[in-house]
């Protein structure tokens, strides 16, 4: 088996899913361009494992006509874990069309990701909603591909769990009064966001952080892939240490088996979803 897997990851994301903070008492504040890199600094990556197609049509209804858009679009999201036939096939999709009915647009993406053997993952408990492999799940079947997992340790990976920890069933924000007013009869409260750490080595660690469900009662566990900066280097192997970061930069990240079976853990023990849908797209990659 080989050791690592090497990856190109962007410093920052244009979809804003990864950048780079600066750590203070277990706390990240983000960066300013001006900033430069620190020993203190580390890449958050709020990372996935599928995208759903109702997001991709969301973003096609709002660049319906212009195609120099739909074409960036595509690049941002794909051009990191996807095959150039792929990203080129869902380029000329996207720019090929202007009217479309969301059935059809569906239809057409579930078509393009089968041609090229994308995993796809349809959840009849959630409205029949569809999704297809992202960055995590990519990051698998790279590893399997270039021999640094096996077929044999996923299918061991797939009973972590057994105990059915469930993070986000289990803990909550919690509010609590101070006893206190400001500025005439403003009442002083202090929430309480539960915070999860799982420091897998010097390079990187995760985190799970319960926060408020945006469009939804209830509390959501979220997930976060941390890459300290001083283990990356650029692509020239010098480390980014004492400068700042350039406009759309690569950087070289080495991910061990070890490494991908902890990001996995760490999203079966967020929530029985989180759970199921990383054991399923894990079984899909490990399919004969």
């Known amino acids: 088996m080989v050791g690592t897997l090497k990856y190109e990851l962007p410093l920052t994301t244009s979809t804003g899913r990864a950048r780079v903070k600066r750590r203070k008492n277990e706390?990240?504040?983000?960066?300013?361009?001006?900033?430069?890199?620190?020993?203190?600094?580390?890449?958050?990556w709020q990372i996935s494992y599928f995208m759903p197609f109702d997001t991709l049509w969301d973003?096609?209804?709002?660049?319906?006509?212009?195609?120099q858009k739909k074409k960036a679009l595509i690049e941002d999201y794909f051009r990191e874990f996807k095959p150039s036939s792929l990203i080129k096939d869902l380029i000329e999709f996207f720019e090929e069309t202007e009217e479309i009915q969301r059935k059809d647009f569906k239809k057409k993406l579930k078509e393009i990701f089968e041609k090229h053997k994308q995993i796809l993952i349809i959840k009849e408990h959630k409205d029949n909603k569809t999704y297809v492999?992202?960055?995590?799940?990519?990051?698998?079947?790279?590893?399997l591909k270039n021999n640094v997992i096996s077929k044999e340790e996923i299918k061991e990976l797939l009973g972590f769990n057994k105990e059915k920890i469930d993070i986000e069933a289990q803990y909550s924000v919690q509010r609590k009064p101070l006893n206190k007013t400001v500025s005439k009869d403003f009442e002083y409260f202090e929430e309480n966001a539960p915070l999860f750490i799982k420091r897998m080595n010097d390079k990187f660690f995760t985190e799970i952080q319960i926060k408020h469900k945006q469009r939804a009662v209830g509390y959501q566990?979220?997930?976060?892939?941390?890459?300290?900066?001083?283990?990356?280097?650029?692509?020239?192997?010098?480390?980014?240490?004492?400068?700042?970061?350039?406009?759309?930069?690569?950087?070289i990240a080495e991910l061990s088996k070890e490494?991908?079976?902890?990001?996995?853990?760490?999203?079966?023990?967020?929530?029985?979803?989180?759970?199921?849908?990383?054991?399923?797209?894990l079984k899909g990659i490990i399919k004969d």
């Not at 990240?28 to 600094?41: A, F, I, N, V, W």
């Not at 973003?59 to 195609?67: D, S, Y």
């Open 27 to 44: 706390f990240g504040e983000p960066l300013k361009t001006e900033d430069k890199l620190s020993e203190s600094d580390y890449i958050e």
């Open 59 to 67: 973003k096609f209804k709002g660049i319906k006509k212009n195609k």
């Open 221 to 251: 566990g979220m997930v976060y892939f941390c890459i300290w900066i001083k283990s990356l280097k650029d692509k020239e192997g010098n480390s980014l240490i004492g400068r700042k970061a350039n406009p759309n930069e690569k950087v």
């Open 133 to 143: 492999m992202y960055e995590l799940a990519d990051l698998f079947e790279m590893a």
């Open 259 to 281: 490494d991908l079976f902890d990001i996995a853990k760490t999203f079966m023990i967020t929530s029985q979803d989180h759970d199921w849908d990383m054991k399923t797209i």
